[in-house]
């Protein structure tokens, strides 16, 4: 079991909802995060015999590669566009609900030390984790709802995620690399909340709607980050 923490790729399809938010250098970062994830799974899974598997992983290691080269930025970002932006976007509360009971359930994983301890924070919580990923997939489907790349992209994971154990992997596998992806999705979250909450009068409206909504997902918020930032200090 890795010491590092670790977090499936899923969270670099949450940032597709502020798409027009993220600048290249950031996108082809995070794009490099993920690529590097996924080629550490297909060795993983190669590793232990499971060549179909590997093979898998090793395929949408070269998808999420194509999207960071020009076309396929050119190719998302004109789906995004014609698809969703000039269409009034697309829903999301949806998916961040899902998305922060995910957090919150990792936040808990990041802060086992020892093989052990995640080894039976898995066989208490991974299926819980499990049934909270599948909603967050269905809740991407219903928001990429029409056909393009980033649908494709969420129905390829889905379907690796339900059925080839993608989300126990990554769990396991663990690189220093994630580090860097788990902090530039709170960066990129941080920088959307802040121009809402100038802009758009964003804090207003969550006192109104639900404050212990708000409460929540600035727990699960604090709880990554300085989950992160304290195994940084450790390396």
Not at 15 to 37: D, F, M, N, V, Y
Not at 85 to 103: K, L
Not at 148 to 172: A, H, I, S, T, Y
Not at 178 to 205: A, S
Request: proline share 1%; with cysteine; net charge neutral.
């Amino acid at each position: 079991m890795a010491t590092q923490q670790s977090i499936p790729f899923i969270v670099l399809l949450l940032l597709l909802h502020h798409a027009e938010c993220l600048r290249l250098g950031q996108w082809g970062t995070l794009i490099s995060l993920s690529h590097s994830l996924m080629n550490r799974v297909a060795n993983a899974r190669a590793a232990r015999g499971d060549q179909t598997a590997a093979d898998r992983a090793r395929k949408i290691a070269d998808k999420i590669h194509s999207l960071g080269g020009v076309r396929g930025i050119w190719s998302a970002g004109s789906d995004f566009a014609w698809n969703y932006a000039f269409r009034g976007g697309i829903p999301s509360a949806e998916t961040y609900r899902s998305a922060s009971e995910i957090m919150a359930l990792l936040a808990e994983f990041y802060r086992l030390e020892s093989a052990e301890e995640r080894a039976g924070w898995m066989l208490r919580k991974y299926s819980n984790l499990f049934d909270r990923s599948k909603s967050l997939f269905q809740a991407l489907l219903r928001s990429f709802s029409r056909s393009g790349v980033l649908r494709e992209v969420v129905l390829v994971m889905q379907k690796e995620v339900v059925e080839g154990e993608l989300l126990r992997d990554c769990l396991e596998v663990g690189a220093a690399d994630l580090e860097g992806l788990v902090r530039g999705v709170l960066r990129e979250v941080v920088l959307v909340m802040q121009k809402e909450v100038v802009e758009g009068e964003l804090l207003r409206d969550c006192l109104e709607v639900g404050a212990a909504d708000l409460e929540g997902l600035v727990r699960v918020a604090r709880d990554v980050f300085f989950s992160s930032s304290w195994s940084h200090s450790k390396l």
